[in-house]
């Protein structure tokens, strides 16, 4: 990754180099990679939510995507919900998305999700990237830029 922050390698514990910080899940950082300069896979968030329809989920996220709060959008058109609301079991046919975005739009994003949809609680849930292609990554990063 040219100019960004190193991504940490894989290490056994008797491998680990003195003065380095390591994590339960055997990724090392050495002095020169302290543990806030993060991998940029560990500052992509997957965001969920779910919609009435495809017609207002597609718009919704036209504009989250537009607004450069999210990188994209993938719209899963037909899942059935099945959620208690008010003391009653409810079912539902409801569209899912999948945003990406990074982590330091995560605030503003969920500010205007919560803006723009029309339920009185709508599903955000944020699930942290653990890994993937690089490029890929970085391309969620810079897609989420603040808006021009």
């Not at 390698?9 to 180099?17: H, I, N, S, Y």
Request: glycine share 8%.
């Amino acid at each position: 990754m040219q100019g960004g922050t190193r991504c940490p390698q894989r290490v056994e514990p008797a491998e680990l180099p003195p003065d380095s910080y390591a994590f339960s899940n055997g990724i090392v950082f050495g002095q020169a990679d302290p543990p806030d300069g993060l991998c940029m896979s560990e500052k992509i968030l997957l965001a969920l939510s779910t919609f009435p329809d495809p017609e207002t989920a597609r718009e919704i996220s036209n504009q989250l995507v537009s607004g450069n709060f999210a990188a994209c959008a993938n719209i899963l058109p037909a899942i059935e919900s099945i959620y208690r609301w008010k003391g009653q079991i409810e079912t539902g046919s409801e569209t899912l998305v999948f945003f990406k975005l990074s982590e330091d739009r995560r605030s503003a994003f969920e500010e205007k999700l919560r803006s723009l949809h029309p339920y009185d609680v709508p599903e955000i849930i944020f699930v942290p990237v653990a890994g993937g292609l690089q490029e890929y990554l970085q391309w969620v990063s810079e897609s989420c830029g603040q808006a021009h």
